[in-house]
C-alpha cells in the first residue's frame, strides 16, 4: 500500500510558475513508477506527465511539453511537477499517481495509487 500527499497548489497569475509536491509513505517509492494527473471543472482527468523509477525517463502530454518538468527524489519519497508559464487552461486539480510496474505510461487505470488532490488555478 502506498499514501500519497500532494501540496503547492495555489492561484497564480497566467505567465507564472508554481511546483507541485508529492509525498509518499508506505512501500518502497523508489519501485514505483509516479506520475500526475489533472481534472478541470466538467472535463476528463488527463494525464499530464510520468517519470520513471530512476527518474531517467519521463513522458510528457503534449498539452504540457516544454514548460512543464517532472522529477523525483527517492532519498526523500517525494516527486515534483514544476510548472512554469502557466496557462488559464492548466486551472484544474492535480493528481499524483503510482504504479508498481515498469514502464511509463499516460493510462490512468494502469496507476494503483492515488492522492487526493490539489487545486490549481490560474487567472488570466
Known amino acids: 500500500q502506498v499514501q500519497l500527499v500532494e501540496s503547492g497548489g495555489g492561484l497564480v497569475q497566467a505567465g507564472g510558475s508554481l511546483r507541485l509536491s508529492c509525498a509518499a509513505s508506505?512501500?518502497?517509492?523508489?519501485?514505483?513508477?509516479m506520475g500526475w494527473f489533472r481534472q478541470a471543472p466538467g472535463k476528463d482527468r488527463e494525464f499530464v506527465a510520468a517519470?520513471?523509477?530512476?527518474?531517467?525517463?519521463?513522458l510528457y502530454a503534449d498539452s504540457v511539453k516544454g514548460r512543464f518538468t517532472i522529477s523525483r527524489d527517492n532519498a526523500k519519497n517525494t516527486v515534483y511537477l514544476q510548472m512554469n508559464s502557466l496557462k488559464a487552461e492548466d486551472t484544474a486539480v492535480y493528481y499524483c499517481?503510482?504504479?508498481?510496474?515498469?514502464?511509463?505510461?499516460?493510462?490512468?487505470?494502469?496507476?494503483?495509487?492515488w492522492g487526493q488532490g490539489t487545486q490549481v488555478t490560474v487567472s488570466s
Open positions: 499517481a503510482a504504479r508498481l510496474s515498469a514502464g511509463l505510461t499516460s493510462i490512468g487505470y494502469r496507476y494503483a495509487y
Open positions: 517519470i520513471s523509477w530512476s527518474g531517467g525517463n519521463s
Open positions: 508506505g512501500r518502497t517509492f523508489s519501485n514505483y513508477v
